[in-house]
T-cell receptor, first 114, second 114 residues
Framework: AQSVTQPDIHITVSEGASLELRCNYSYGATPYLFWYVQSPGQGLQLLLKYFSGDTLVQGIKGFEAEFKRSQSSFNLRKPSVHWSDAAEYFCAVSLRGATNKLIFGTGTLLAVQP | ETGVTQSPTHLIKTRGQQVTLRCSSQSGHNTVSWYQQALGQGPQFIFQYYREEENGRGNFPPRFSGLQFPNYSSELNVNALELDDSALYLC?????????????FGPGTRLTVL
Protein backbone atom coordinates (compact mmCIF):
# COMPACT_ATOMS: atom_id res chain seq x y z
CA ALA A 1 0.00 0.00 0.00
CA GLN A 2 1.13 3.56 -0.66
CA SER A 3 2.33 5.18 2.53
CA VAL A 4 4.72 7.48 4.32
CA THR A 5 6.33 6.01 7.42
CA GLN A 6 8.05 7.79 10.25
CA PRO A 7 9.15 4.92 12.49
CA ASP A 8 10.11 7.07 15.48
CA ILE A 9 7.12 8.49 17.33
CA HIS A 10 9.16 10.27 19.97
CA ILE A 11 12.87 11.15 20.11
CA THR A 12 14.81 12.88 22.89
CA VAL A 13 18.25 14.39 22.25
CA SER A 14 20.56 16.57 24.29
CA GLU A 15 21.14 20.13 23.23
CA GLY A 16 24.18 20.26 20.97
CA ALA A 17 23.87 16.63 19.91
CA SER A 18 23.25 15.57 16.33
CA LEU A 19 19.83 14.56 15.11
CA GLU A 20 18.47 12.23 12.45
CA LEU A 21 14.75 11.72 11.86
CA ARG A 22 13.77 8.87 9.61
CA CYS A 23 11.24 8.85 6.79
CA ASN A 24 10.43 6.08 4.34
CA TYR A 25 7.88 6.15 1.54
CA SER A 26 6.22 3.45 -0.46
CA TYR A 27 5.25 4.62 -3.93
CA GLY A 28 5.92 3.32 -7.41
CA ALA A 29 7.64 6.43 -8.66
CA THR A 30 9.76 8.91 -6.75
CA PRO A 31 7.43 11.56 -5.37
CA TYR A 32 8.23 15.09 -4.38
CA LEU A 33 9.50 14.96 -0.79
CA PHE A 34 9.10 17.46 2.02
CA TRP A 35 9.83 17.97 5.68
CA TYR A 36 7.61 20.23 7.76
CA VAL A 37 7.91 21.32 11.40
CA GLN A 38 5.02 22.11 13.71
CA SER A 39 5.48 23.91 17.02
CA PRO A 40 2.73 23.56 19.65
CA GLY A 41 -0.42 25.38 18.61
CA GLN A 42 1.10 26.42 15.29
CA GLY A 43 0.64 25.56 11.66
CA LEU A 44 3.23 23.72 9.60
CA GLN A 45 6.42 25.37 8.41
CA LEU A 46 8.29 24.03 5.39
CA LEU A 47 11.87 23.07 6.28
CA LEU A 48 13.05 21.72 2.93
CA LYS A 49 12.00 19.89 -0.22
CA TYR A 50 13.40 17.55 -2.84
CA PHE A 51 12.30 17.18 -6.45
CA SER A 52 15.30 16.04 -8.41
CA GLY A 53 19.03 16.55 -8.78
CA ASP A 54 21.41 16.68 -5.84
CA THR A 55 20.25 14.14 -3.29
CA LEU A 56 21.44 16.22 -0.33
CA VAL A 57 19.21 19.23 0.16
CA GLN A 58 19.68 22.13 2.54
CA GLY A 59 16.83 23.78 4.36
CA ILE A 60 16.12 26.46 6.87
CA LYS A 61 17.25 26.49 10.50
CA GLY A 62 20.37 24.44 9.71
CA PHE A 63 18.49 21.30 8.64
CA GLU A 64 19.41 19.07 5.74
CA ALA A 65 17.94 15.90 4.27
CA GLU A 66 19.29 13.14 2.07
CA PHE A 67 17.24 11.31 -0.54
CA LYS A 68 18.21 7.67 -1.03
CA ARG A 69 16.32 6.09 -3.90
CA SER A 70 17.54 2.56 -3.12
CA GLN A 71 16.11 2.79 0.38
CA SER A 72 13.04 4.91 -0.46
CA SER A 73 14.14 7.19 2.34
CA PHE A 74 14.37 10.90 2.97
CA ASN A 75 15.95 11.34 6.40
CA LEU A 76 16.22 14.71 8.09
CA ARG A 77 19.44 15.69 9.87
CA LYS A 78 20.90 18.47 11.94
CA PRO A 79 24.47 18.46 13.24
CA SER A 80 23.78 20.34 16.48
CA VAL A 81 20.31 20.62 17.99
CA HIS A 82 19.13 23.75 19.78
CA TRP A 83 16.44 23.83 22.48
CA SER A 84 14.22 25.78 20.10
CA ASP A 85 14.15 22.78 17.74
CA ALA A 86 11.77 20.96 20.08
CA ALA A 87 8.65 20.43 17.97
CA GLU A 88 6.88 17.83 15.88
CA TYR A 89 8.36 16.97 12.52
CA PHE A 90 6.38 15.64 9.59
CA CYS A 91 7.65 14.02 6.46
CA ALA A 92 5.34 14.42 3.47
CA VAL A 93 5.18 13.40 -0.17
CA SER A 94 3.38 14.82 -3.14
CA LEU A 95 2.71 12.57 -6.11
CA ARG A 96 3.60 13.98 -9.49
CA GLY A 97 0.18 14.38 -11.03
CA ALA A 98 -2.84 16.57 -11.41
CA THR A 99 -2.95 17.60 -7.78
CA ASN A 100 -0.13 18.54 -5.47
CA LYS A 101 -1.87 17.21 -2.37
CA LEU A 102 0.45 16.26 0.45
CA ILE A 103 0.45 12.85 2.11
CA PHE A 104 1.91 13.02 5.58
CA GLY A 105 3.58 10.60 7.90
CA THR A 106 2.38 10.37 11.49
CA GLY A 107 5.10 12.65 12.76
CA THR A 108 8.07 12.48 15.14
CA LEU A 109 7.93 14.48 18.34
CA LEU A 110 11.35 15.85 19.23
CA ALA A 111 12.25 16.73 22.81
CA VAL A 112 15.53 18.52 23.59
CA GLN A 113 17.22 18.06 26.94
CA PRO A 114 19.41 20.84 28.35
CA GLU B 1 4.15 39.44 1.50
CA THR B 2 1.17 38.26 3.54
CA GLY B 3 1.14 34.63 4.63
CA VAL B 4 -1.80 32.29 4.91
CA THR B 5 -4.37 33.36 7.47
CA GLN B 6 -7.28 31.43 8.94
CA SER B 7 -10.30 32.33 11.00
CA PRO B 8 -11.50 31.73 13.57
CA THR B 9 -8.62 30.46 15.71
CA HIS B 10 -10.81 28.32 17.90
CA LEU B 11 -14.40 27.16 17.64
CA ILE B 12 -16.69 25.08 19.82
CA LYS B 13 -19.80 23.48 18.32
CA THR B 14 -22.25 20.80 19.30
CA ARG B 15 -23.00 17.61 17.43
CA GLY B 16 -25.33 18.12 14.48
CA GLN B 17 -24.45 21.79 13.95
CA GLN B 18 -22.82 23.27 10.89
CA VAL B 19 -19.53 25.20 10.76
CA THR B 20 -17.71 27.42 8.27
CA LEU B 21 -13.97 27.95 8.40
CA ARG B 22 -12.18 30.59 6.37
CA CYS B 23 -8.78 30.89 4.76
CA SER B 24 -6.95 33.66 2.94
CA SER B 25 -4.20 32.37 0.70
CA GLN B 26 -0.71 33.77 0.48
CA SER B 27 -0.39 36.65 -1.93
CA GLY B 28 -0.13 35.41 -5.52
CA HIS B 29 -1.21 31.83 -4.75
CA ASN B 30 -4.17 30.44 -6.68
CA THR B 31 -4.42 26.98 -5.14
CA VAL B 32 -5.84 26.22 -1.70
CA SER B 33 -5.88 22.86 0.05
CA TRP B 34 -7.58 21.88 3.28
CA TYR B 35 -6.33 19.32 5.75
CA GLN B 36 -7.71 17.79 8.93
CA GLN B 37 -5.26 17.00 11.71
CA ALA B 38 -6.63 14.88 14.52
CA LEU B 39 -4.78 14.85 17.82
CA GLY B 40 -1.52 12.94 17.54
CA GLN B 41 -1.87 12.38 13.81
CA GLY B 42 -0.45 13.81 10.63
CA PRO B 43 -2.66 16.06 8.53
CA GLN B 44 -5.12 14.31 6.20
CA PHE B 45 -6.02 15.85 2.83
CA ILE B 46 -9.68 16.92 2.59
CA PHE B 47 -9.80 18.65 -0.81
CA GLN B 48 -8.11 21.20 -3.01
CA TYR B 49 -9.37 24.18 -4.97
CA TYR B 50 -7.65 25.57 -8.04
CA ARG B 51 -9.01 28.68 -9.72
CA GLU B 52 -12.38 28.26 -7.99
CA GLU B 53 -12.88 24.62 -9.00
CA GLU B 54 -12.48 21.55 -6.81
CA ASN B 55 -9.38 19.72 -7.94
CA GLY B 56 -9.03 16.52 -5.97
CA ARG B 57 -10.69 15.21 -2.85
CA GLY B 58 -9.57 12.94 -0.06
CA ASN B 59 -11.55 10.28 1.76
CA PHE B 60 -14.04 12.59 3.41
CA PRO B 61 -17.86 12.43 3.21
CA PRO B 62 -19.93 14.93 1.20
CA ARG B 63 -20.88 16.84 4.35
CA PHE B 64 -17.40 18.34 3.99
CA SER B 65 -17.67 20.94 1.25
CA GLY B 66 -15.79 24.00 0.16
CA LEU B 67 -15.61 27.09 -1.96
CA GLN B 68 -12.91 29.20 -3.48
CA PHE B 69 -13.57 32.83 -4.31
CA PRO B 70 -12.21 34.99 -7.16
CA ASN B 71 -9.58 36.44 -4.82
CA TYR B 72 -8.50 32.81 -4.11
CA SER B 73 -9.63 32.85 -0.50
CA SER B 74 -11.53 29.75 0.54
CA GLU B 75 -14.11 28.32 2.90
CA LEU B 76 -14.50 24.88 4.38
CA ASN B 77 -18.02 23.93 5.42
CA VAL B 78 -18.89 20.95 7.55
CA ASN B 79 -22.52 19.95 8.03
CA ALA B 80 -24.04 17.65 10.65
CA LEU B 81 -20.99 17.80 12.88
CA GLU B 82 -19.86 14.61 14.57
CA LEU B 83 -17.64 14.19 17.62
CA ASP B 84 -14.86 12.80 15.41
CA ASP B 85 -14.76 16.07 13.49
CA SER B 86 -12.92 17.59 16.44
CA ALA B 87 -9.51 18.44 15.03
CA LEU B 88 -7.16 21.15 13.84
CA TYR B 89 -8.16 22.26 10.35
CA LEU B 90 -5.28 23.54 8.27
CA CYS B 91 -5.41 25.53 5.10
CA UNK B 92 -2.45 25.59 2.73
CA UNK B 93 -1.86 27.65 -0.37
CA UNK B 94 0.46 27.16 -3.30
CA UNK B 95 1.23 28.63 -6.66
CA UNK B 96 -0.25 26.49 -9.44
CA UNK B 97 -0.45 22.72 -9.22
CA UNK B 98 3.07 21.68 -10.08
CA UNK B 99 3.89 21.21 -6.45
CA UNK B 100 7.51 22.12 -6.86
CA UNK B 101 7.34 25.02 -4.42
CA UNK B 102 5.51 23.13 -1.73
CA UNK B 103 2.48 24.33 0.16
CA UNK B 104 2.41 27.05 2.77
CA PHE B 105 0.23 26.53 5.79
CA GLY B 106 -1.85 28.80 7.95
CA PRO B 107 -1.94 28.50 11.75
CA GLY B 108 -5.11 26.41 11.67
CA THR B 109 -8.56 26.48 13.26
CA ARG B 110 -9.08 24.29 16.30
CA LEU B 111 -12.60 22.84 16.14
CA THR B 112 -14.09 21.14 19.17
CA VAL B 113 -17.38 19.28 18.78
CA LEU B 114 -19.26 18.51 22.00
Amino acid sequence: AQSVTQPDIHITVSEGASLELRCNYSYGATPYLFWYVQSPGQGLQLLLKYFSGDTLVQGIKGFEAEFKRSQSSFNLRKPSVHWSDAAEYFCAVSLRGATNKLIFGTGTLLAVQP
Amino acid sequence: ETGVTQSPTHLIKTRGQQVTLRCSSQSGHNTVSWYQQALGQGPQFIFQYYREEENGRGNFPPRFSGLQFPNYSSELNVNALELDDSALYLCASSLELAGVEGQFFGPGTRLTVL
